[in-house]
């Protein structure tokens, strides 16, 4: 099986260095890749230059039209019979692409998602912000699971379609703002089979501090509101769990003025879920300091899409 690899990228030429090294690292070689600069202003040219003798790559640049119509344009382009997608910030394991040739060998799938891990190489802070996108103790522990609740939606930070996926598709129809929940619902729709590959993760880098991992969890808020504009029916109650959490958070810290009372109890079940929080981040990453930062990353994770969730749903109101 041939692969296609398209990583659309914007304005981050170390990290599509370190995505290409671990390219060179894959055990099964059978791939091209393709980059897609989208309009960038640091350029990532020099840096696919370095690695023409070792990949199988081709570079692109484009005018700035988002992630997902920079995909379609790198799907236009791809050679392969299987079409994957990573993210500019992904590091690929080495057993990758052989992972994957051997389950789609035995399953027939004709799209694909894996999971997304922490590398050892990450720092505290990206450690913990990959353990708040994972844990089964806050809404990151719904993705990349096995056991999936309903039809599975791959992801586009690690995901793969066939070529008659893209062919019947047309591939992503937004191009930002839930992009890849829109085009994962329309795979479904169109009678293709979806499923998750557990051991075809991705070292997933996300974001470096927790400002701008405040910030892509407000926009992730946005695009599930945004998602629904196009399928109202794809609101369910896991997705107002943060927005749940926010709301009573924001009455929790107005209790003082009024109730110290109910203020007091209601404290006990906070600080117990955020210790268990930390506790179990602490065990997991054999760090203290990591627990720690993982319980702000996790209060950021339900906060941050709970605003942007609840944000976009007063701006939906009032259209």
Same mark, same amino acid.
């Given at each position: 099986?041939?692969?296609?690899?398209?990583?659309?990228?914007?304005? +981050? =030429?170390?990290e599509?260095?370190?995505?290409?090294?671990?390219?060179?690292?894959?055990?099964?070689?059978?791939?091209?890749?393709?980059?897609?600069?989208?309009?960038?202003?640091?350029?990532?040219?020099?840096?696919?230059?370095?690695?023409?003798?070792?990949?199988?790559? $081709?570079?692109?640049?484009?005018?700035?039209?988002?992630?997902? /119509? $920079?995909?379609?344009?790198?799907?236009?382009?791809?050679k392969?019979d299987?079409?994957?997608?990573?993210?500019?910030?992904?590091?690929?394991? $080495?057993?990758?692409?052989?992972?994957v040739?051997?389950?789609?060998?035995?399953?027939n799938?004709d799209?694909?998602?894996?999971?997304?891990?922490?590398? =050892?190489s990450?720092?505290?802070?990206?450690?913990a912000?990959?353990?708040? &996108?994972?844990?089964?103790?806050?809404?990151?522990?719904? +993705?990349? @699971?096995?056991?999936?609740?309903?039809?599975?939606?791959?992801?586009?930070?690690? &995901?793969?379609?066939?070529?008659?996926?893209?062919?019947?598709?047309?591939g992503?129809?937004?191009?930002?703002?839930?992009?890849?929940?829109?085009?994962?619902?329309?795979i479904?729709?169109?009678?293709?089979?979806?499923?998750?590959?557990?051991?075809?993760?991705?070292?997933?880098? @996300? +974001?470096?501090?927790?400002?701008?991992f405040?910030?892509?969890?407000? /926009?992730?808020?946005?695009? @599930?509101?945004?998602?629904? @504009? *196009?399928? =109202?029916?794809?609101?369910? /109650?896991?997705?107002?769990?943060?927005?749940?959490?926010?709301?009573? &958070?924001?009455? /929790?810290?107005?209790?003082?003025?009024?109730? &110290?009372e109910? *203020?007091?109890?209601?404290?006990?079940? *906070?600080?117990?879920?955020?210790?268990?929080i930390?506790?179990?981040?602490? +065990?997991?990453?054999?760090?203290l300091?990591?627990?720690?930062?993982?319980?702000?990353?996790?209060?950021?994770?339900?906060?941050?899409?709970?605003?942007?969730?609840?944000?976009?749903?007063?701006t939906?109101?009032?259209?």
């Amino acid at each position: 099986m041939f692969f296609s690899v398209i990583i659309p990228v914007y304005n +981050r =030429p170390q990290e599509v260095a370190e995505l290409l090294e671990s390219l060179t690292q894959q055990s099964y070689k059978n791939f091209e890749t393709l980059i897609i600069e989208d309009g960038s202003d640091e350029k990532c040219d020099h840096i696919v230059d370095r690695y023409s003798d070792e990949l199988d790559i $081709s570079y692109y640049y484009k005018e700035n039209s988002g992630q997902g /119509f $920079s995909r379609n344009y790198g799907f236009e382009r791809a050679k392969g019979d299987y079409f994957i997608v990573f993210d500019s910030d992904c590091l690929i394991p $080495s057993h990758y692409f052989q992972t994957v040739t051997d389950y789609l060998s035995n399953h027939n799938l004709d799209a694909y998602g894996g999971p997304d891990r922490e590398h =050892p190489s990450f720092s505290p802070v990206q450690k913990a912000i990959s353990y708040a &996108m994972t844990s089964p103790l806050t809404t990151g522990g719904i +993705r990349g @699971r096995e056991k999936h609740a309903g039809t599975f939606h791959p992801r586009s930070f690690n &995901m793969g379609i066939s070529r008659e996926v893209f062919k019947q598709t047309g591939g992503y129809r937004i191009t930002r703002m839930g992009e890849d929940i829109e085009f994962s619902i329309r795979i479904i729709e169109n009678g293709f089979s979806t499923g998750l590959i557990p051991d075809a993760y991705v070292f997933h880098k @996300r +974001r470096t501090n927790l400002k701008q991992f405040f910030n892509q969890l407000h /926009f992730f808020g946005r695009a @599930r509101i945004n998602i629904s @504009r *196009f399928y =109202p029916s794809e609101i369910k /109650f896991v997705h107002t769990l943060p927005a749940i959490f926010t709301v009573g &958070m924001a009455f /929790f810290l107005t209790l003082p003025f009024w109730n &110290m009372e109910l *203020f007091n109890l209601l404290l006990i079940p *906070f600080l117990l879920f955020f210790a268990l929080i930390c506790g179990h981040s602490t +065990r997991k990453n054999k760090s203290l300091w990591i627990g720690l930062l993982s319980t702000a990353a996790s209060f950021i994770q339900l906060t941050a899409y709970g605003i942007g969730f609840l944000s976009e749903w007063w701006t939906k109101v009032n259209e």
